[in-house]
């Protein structure tokens, strides 16, 4: 947002004196006068953040009041408390919650202008510059002021610590050999690090709304999932360069937004589920790949899925379904359904070994409890409540116990511990009495577990895996979450992908 002339300052105060009701015209005259220059002028984004709605669809209302009212503490948006009065301010957070008079587009030839190299890759060294182990690190999304941390997974020392793009959505994603993380901001924008040399490497503009990314187990493609244009855009993996983008169109024609893309490693393909048509999609990137979908017919609109430990079985929900289903990709054919209740969050399930057979555990983004499969009968176990819904679970192979946060609701500064073999709570940490503890990572050897306090005077909790002992604390803004290197290549047991 920009100043404004003295002129107009007096006329906000003449304003500000008498305040009336505001139109949503009125709001967009605001908006051209006060946030343009920043967010563009169809609201796509610039020097600040898109503020489309899709794009504020996490950001309450109230929130966006506030922030337009006193600005983002270390950050370019001013505060506009002093300029524009109440009915302003409600008028224009009206007006960006309202869909764009003219919807937006993002073509090609936008992501191609949007392509930005920022270090020539080929000029680094190929080996780490710095003394870690490189699958002993963390990447940490500081989300309260939009940086990055890299830290040192032996010692907990930092390593880096940049600015990100507005609002990192979904995990980052690495190649398969750890040297580079890839990042998706909510507004679309695609980042790739390089870890060994600790720069960033290059970035474009994939979309106007970005669900999530992977990366194939072959290091050479990323395929970002986009709610706005819904589409997919497959990028070289080496430079975030436009190799082509591909229309999410159900078979009979529908438009669909991408709820995930995730990569199965076993099957060289991509696999992704489309929010608004019934169908999975999966995308071989095998040999000379042409990146042409398998569609496969589903028994509802996908909203979430994950996959078991062989990557053959699809377990897949929807926000609209009562349950799940499992679908089998090597046949294309739905299984059967899962006894699922409420909101299932199966991005963030996590499966172990269980008297010698598979099981899968999910959070509950809606209710108390945690829900257990036996991956062979696909039957419910034990559903084990907890002190509220959560979002995030996590373990090891070398910890007995899965941890999950109580996310939503008043106890969301419990995190349970779950004794796998047993399927009860065996411990409840409360970290920062008061303040909303979340997502846990492992070190690559299992020995320490790393808790998020998600706050704005949070923390990252270092415990002892074993003996639950805390060992340190580093306080952050914010950590929305933590990804260690060598689990996400490994895929390991106890991490979601």
């Given at each position: 947002?920009?100043?404004i002339?003295?002129?107009?300052?007096?006329?906000?105060?003449?304003?500000q004196?008498?305040p009336?009701?505001?139109?949503?015209?009125?709001?967009?005259?605001?908006?051209?006068?006060?946030?343009?220059?920043c967010?563009?002028?169809?609201?796509?984004?610039?020097?600040?953040?898109?503020?489309?709605?899709?794009?504020?669809?996490?950001?309450?209302?109230?929130?966006?009041?506030?922030?337009?009212?006193?600005?983002?503490?270390?950050?370019?948006?001013?505060?506009?408390?002093d300029?524009?009065?109440?009915?302003?301010?409600?008028?224009?957070?009206?007006?960006?919650?309202?869909?764009?008079?003219?919807?937006?587009?993002?073509?090609?030839?936008?992501?191609?202008?949007?392509?930005?190299?920022?270090?020539?890759?080929?000029?680094l060294?190929?080996?780490?510059?710095?003394?870690?182990?490189?699958?002993?690190?963390?990447?940490?999304?500081?989300?309260?002021?939009?940086?990055?941390?890299?830290?040192?997974?032996?010692?907990?020392?930092?390593?880096?610590?940049f600015?990100?793009?507005?609002?990192?959505?979904?995990?980052?994603?690495?190649?398969?050999?750890?040297?580079?993380v890839?990042?998706?901001?909510?507004?679309?924008?695609?980042?790739v690090?390089d870890?060994h040399?600790?720069?960033?490497?290059?970035?474009?503009?994939?979309?106007?709304?970005?669900?999530?990314?992977?990366?194939?187990?072959?290091?050479?493609?990323?395929?970002?999932g986009?709610?706005?244009?819904g589409?997919?855009?497959?990028?070289?993996?080496?430079?975030?360069?436009?190799?082509?983008?591909?229309?999410?169109?159900?078979?009979?024609?529908?438009?669909?937004?991408?709820?995930?893309?995730?990569?199965?490693?076993?099957r060289?393909?991509?696999?992704?589920a489309?929010?608004?048509?019934?169908?999975?999609?999966?995308i071989?990137?095998?040999?000379?790949?042409?990146?042409?979908?398998?569609?496969?017919?589903?028994?509802?609109?996908?909203?979430?899925?994950?996959?078991?430990?062989?990557?053959r079985?699809?377990?897949?929900?929807?926000?609209?379904?009562?349950?799940?289903?499992?679908?089998?990709?090597?046949?294309?054919?739905?299984?059967?359904?899962?006894?699922?209740?409420?909101m299932?969050?199966?991005?963030?399930?996590?499966?172990?070994k269980?008297?010698?057979?598979?099981?899968?555990?999910?959070?509950n983004?809606s209710?108390?409890l945690?829900s257990?499969l036996?991956?062979?009968?696909?039957?419910?176990?034990?559903?084990?409540?907890t002190?509220?819904?959560?979002?995030?679970?996590?373990?090891?192979?070398?910890?007995?116990?899965?941890?999950t946060?109580?996310?939503f609701?008043?106890?969301?500064?419990?995190?349970?511990?779950?004794?796998?073999?047993?399927?009860e709570?065996?411990?409840?940490l409360?970290?920062?009495?008061?303040?909303?503890?979340?997502?846990?990572e492992?070190?690559?050897?299992?020995?320490?577990?790393?808790l998020?306090?998600?706050?704005?005077?949070?923390?990252?909790?270092?415990?002892d895996?074993?003996?639950?002992k805390?060992i340190?604390?580093?306080?952050?803004?914010?950590?929305?979450?933590?990804y260690?290197?060598?689990?996400k290549?490994?895929?390991?047991?106890?991490?979601?992908?």
């Amino acid at each position: 947002m920009r100043l404004i002339p003295f002129a107009l300052l007096m006329l906000c105060g003449a304003v500000q004196a008498a305040p009336e009701a505001v139109s949503l015209e009125q709001a967009g005259v605001l908006y051209e006068q006060h946030c343009q220059s920043c967010h563009g002028a169809n609201r796509l984004g610039g020097a600040g953040p898109a503020l489309l709605p899709e794009s504020l669809s996490r950001i309450k209302p109230d929130e966006a009041r506030a922030v337009i009212h006193n600005g983002r503490p270390a950050s370019q948006m001013a505060a506009f408390g002093d300029r524009l009065n109440p009915a302003q301010i409600d008028a224009l957070v009206s007006y960006l919650y309202q869909p764009a008079a003219t919807p937006p587009t993002w073509s090609d030839a936008d992501i191609r202008a949007s392509h930005r190299i920022l270090t020539d890759v080929d000029a680094l060294p190929s080996t780490p510059q710095h003394s870690a182990d490189p699958l002993n690190l963390f990447v940490v999304v500081e989300a309260g002021n939009h940086h990055v941390r890299v830290l040192d997974g032996d010692h907990f020392e930092e390593l880096a610590n940049f600015q990100s793009h507005f609002a990192l959505h979904g995990g980052p994603k690495f190649s398969p050999d750890g040297r580079f993380v890839y990042f998706a901001s909510r507004d679309g924008w695609i980042s790739v690090y390089d870890l060994h040399n600790l720069t960033m490497i290059a970035e474009v503009r994939a979309g106007l709304n970005t669900r999530n990314l992977a990366v194939s187990n072959d290091g050479r493609w990323v395929l970002v999932g986009n709610y706005l244009p819904g589409n997919l855009v497959l990028l070289d993996a080496r430079d975030l360069s436009l190799v082509k983008h591909i229309p999410t169109l159900g078979a009979d024609g529908t438009q669909s937004r991408v709820s995930a893309v995730y990569t199965a490693p076993p099957r060289d393909s991509f696999v992704v589920a489309l929010k608004d048509v019934k169908e999975a999609w999966e995308i071989s990137y095998a040999g000379e790949p042409d990146f042409q979908p398998r569609r496969i017919e589903a028994a509802d609109f996908l909203d979430d899925f994950s996959f078991t430990p062989d990557y053959r079985y699809l377990l897949a929900t929807s926000r609209k379904a009562l349950g799940g289903q499992v679908i089998d990709l090597d046949t294309g054919k739905a299984v059967t359904d899962i006894p699922l209740p409420g909101m299932p969050h199966l991005g963030s399930g996590i499966y172990w070994k269980r008297g010698g057979n598979w099981v899968f555990a999910t959070p509950n983004v809606s209710k108390g409890l945690i829900s257990v499969l036996d991956l062979q009968s696909w039957k419910l176990i034990k559903e084990i409540p907890t002190e509220g819904p959560g979002f995030f679970m996590r373990s090891h192979l070398n910890s007995p116990y899965a941890w999950t946060d109580v996310f939503f609701g008043p106890n969301n500064d419990a995190v349970h511990l779950i004794d796998k073999q047993t399927l009860e709570v065996a411990h409840t940490l409360r970290p920062m009495p008061g303040k909303n503890a979340a997502h846990v990572e492992f070190t690559n050897d299992g020995r320490y577990a790393l808790l998020s306090v998600w706050d704005t005077d949070g923390a990252l909790i270092v415990y002892d895996a074993k003996t639950l002992k805390e060992i340190k604390r580093i306080p952050m803004n914010k950590p929305s979450g933590k990804y260690n290197v060598g689990n996400k290549i490994e895929y390991a047991e106890g991490t979601s992908h």
